[in-house]
């Protein structure tokens, strides 16, 4: 073959692949894959009604699959539940989507054209995807109000944070907050003497500062008493459709609560890494492949 053939050959393979990589993520010269949408590139488009795609994800820890083949979707707006066994990969999950782990193999997108997978997790973070991890993790030597300022000026950095002062409108953004979480009483108290339920819900106001599209919650009831499993169940309730939420928990007295028996919220059983059972809570409840791994126990 001659140089300029083989010139030819590499640039329309390298065309071949911008293609592919264009209709993959949707962002063909700024166009949606349906060339009826404007759509910037890193852009949410939540469209098609997913919020989160997860596709055939698997992740190997020396040859032992953590996730195996998973495939789930989350529409925009939604509250899913999350439960399963110890072990059956809920966990790991999250540090998929958040880009703490990279899975070996299959897709994740935020929305329709992010790519999840591309991405570093500061990056996810920026685009609108909050976690909480089980343990609560605040700065425990500052007052609620001043954790939840700092959550605001998180972007900001530390040097332009101590010279940047509170508008009217971000002073008004953390009293709402402080009512949400139920800690307007103790909005100068030290975060460090906080119930462990207080510090979680400071924690949740803390990432809802940032105001992530979609929320994902490990265990967030996990050490609280019942009153303050049931004011959370509330606030999860009250964030709904303004944000998606993804929540896993053993609670099911909490999942329950959270689903308010109500047949269109989807619960998703996950087991050995992938989908067992989805469907209402009544749903996987009956289920007997759930009933013997996990409810039946
Ligand atoms: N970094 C790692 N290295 C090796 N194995 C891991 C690692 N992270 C998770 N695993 C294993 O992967 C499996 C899934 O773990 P994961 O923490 O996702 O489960 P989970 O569903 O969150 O469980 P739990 O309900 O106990 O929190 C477990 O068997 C776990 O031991
Ligand atoms: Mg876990």
């Known amino acids: 073959m001659t140089p300029d053939l083989m010139r030819a050959g590499a640039e329309a393979r390298r065309h071949a692949e911008q293609r592919a990589l264009a209709l993959q993520t949707g962002s063909s010269g700024g166009r949606a894959a349906s060339y009826s949408r404007i759509v910037t590139p890193g852009q949410l488009d939540i469209a098609h009604g997913a919020i989160l795609y997860l596709d055939d994800i698997t992740v190997s820890f020396d040859g032992f699959k953590a996730l195996n083949a998973l495939s789930m979707s989350i529409s925009a707006g939604e509250l899913r539940c999350i439960i399963g066994p110890n072990g059956a990969g809920k966990t790991t999950m999250m540090d998929v989507i958040t880009g703490k782990t990279r899975p070996d193999a299959g897709r994740c997108f935020f929305g329709s054209t992010i790519d999840l997978l591309r991405m570093r997790e500061n990056e996810i973070a920026s ?42 409108a971000q002073l008004d953004r953390i009293g709402e907050m402080l009512v949400l979480i139920h800690l307007k009483d103790h909005a100068q108290r030290t975060a460090g003497l906080l119930s462990h339920g207080q510090k ?98």
């Open 127 to 168: 685009v609108g995807v909050g976690r909480k991890f089980q343990k609560p993790t605040v700065f425990e030597h500052l007052s609620v109000f001043e954790n939840l300022e700092l959550a605001l000026k998180a972007d900001r950095g530390v040097r332009a944070s101590l010279f940047f002062r509170l508008s009217g």
């Open 200 to 297: 979680q819900w400071l924690e949740i106001g803390m990432l809802l500062m940032q105001n992530p599209k979609l929320l994902l919650l490990d265990e967030p009831v996990a050490g609280m008493t019942d009153e303050e499993t049931e004011r959370t169940a509330e606030l999860f309730l009250s964030l709904e459709g303004g944000h998606s939420l993804v929540v896993v928990e053993h609670d099911m007295k909490f999942i329950h609560a959270l689903t308010h028996g109500n047949p269109a919220k989807k619960v998703t059983v996950l087991h050995e890494g992938s989908v067992l059972a989805e469907g209402s809570l009544a749903e996987v409840q009956a289920d007997e492949k759930v009933v013997e791994v996990y409810l039946g126990r």
